[in-house]
């Protein structure tokens, strides 16, 4: 089974402090994903990674920058946390793929992440 | 623009009636489809997913779900709930060309179950 896993369930942190957020998947995924979950909104897509070292922003980035220094670990950076990131913070993974490829994305258990 | 509506936020059953979860999307070709659950303080979880062929398409724990191309829609059934299905379902899809299997979900439904 993949196993994708995220160093916390719940973070509180201060506004101003720069948070990491840190996933990690043992499957040997090409791909992996940051988004956030709020009520009403469904999940949003931060940021993606199709390769080490490589990344393309989302559909809501600012705020956030990413690294991937290592094929299983990617990890999600707040600059500058303020109380609007608020939130709960979902990693994903999954193969790599074509554009015509079929493999679904893996979910961590999830951050809930408190900005004070 | 892309996009998947869920247009129930929440809905309740009493255990062992049917149910249906409604997803329709926006999409100019169609695209992957799929529907996770998420229980409470817990990921994602993939329930199923629709490539091609067959349009109505088995999952896990019981669930179906029926692609409708003229309808857009993309709906999830089960026709008798358990009290452990409550939980928050996502529709979701990955359009063909997006590339690198981004997904686009729904705002989910909130399913309650009465004893």
């Known amino acids: 089974d993949v196993k994708v896993t995220q160093s916390s369930r719940y973070l509180v942190k201060r506004t101003g402090e720069k948070v990491f957020l840190e996933c990690v998947q043992d499957?040997?995924?090409?791909?992996m994903f940051w988004y956030r979950q709020d009520p009403g909104l469904g999940l949003r897509l931060i940021y993606f990674?199709?390769?080490?070292?490589?990344?393309e922003k989302g559909d809501i980035p600012e705020g956030y920058s990413v690294s991937r220094e290592k094929k299983e670990r990617f990890s999600l950076i707040l600059e500058s946390a303020s109380t609007n990131q608020t939130s709960m913070y979902l990693c994903?993974?999954?193969?790599?793929?074509?554009?015509?490829?079929?493999?679904?994305?893996?979910f961590g258990d999830g951050t809930r992440l408190s900005i004070l | 623009a892309q996009s998947v509506t869920q247009p129930d936020i929440h809905i309740t059953v009493s255990e062992g009636a049917s149910l249906e979860l409604r997803c329709n999307y926006s999409?100019?070709?169609?695209?992957?489809l799929f529907w996770y659950v998420q229980s409470p303080g817990q990921g994602l979880q993939l329930l199923l997913k629709?490539?091609?062929?067959?349009?109505l398409v088995q999952g896990i724990k019981g669930f179906e779900a029926e692609f409708k191309r003229s309808q857009s829609s993309f709906n999830l059934r089960k026709p008798s709930v358990h009290w452990s299905d409550a939980a928050e379902y996502f529709c979701?899809?990955?359009?063909?060309?997006?590339?690198?299997?981004?997904?686009?979900f729904g705002a989910g439904t909130r399913l309650a179950v009465h004893p």
């Open positions: 629709y490539f091609s062929g067959d349009t």
């Open positions: 499957m040997d995924h090409e791909n």
């Open positions: 999409y100019g070709a169609t695209p992957y």
């Open positions: 994903a993974s999954s193969p790599s793929l074509t554009a015509y490829s079929n493999q679904p994305q893996h």
């Open positions: 990674s199709y390769d080490v070292k490589m990344k």
């Open positions: 979701a899809v990955a359009p063909l060309s997006g590339g690198y299997n981004k997904l686009i």
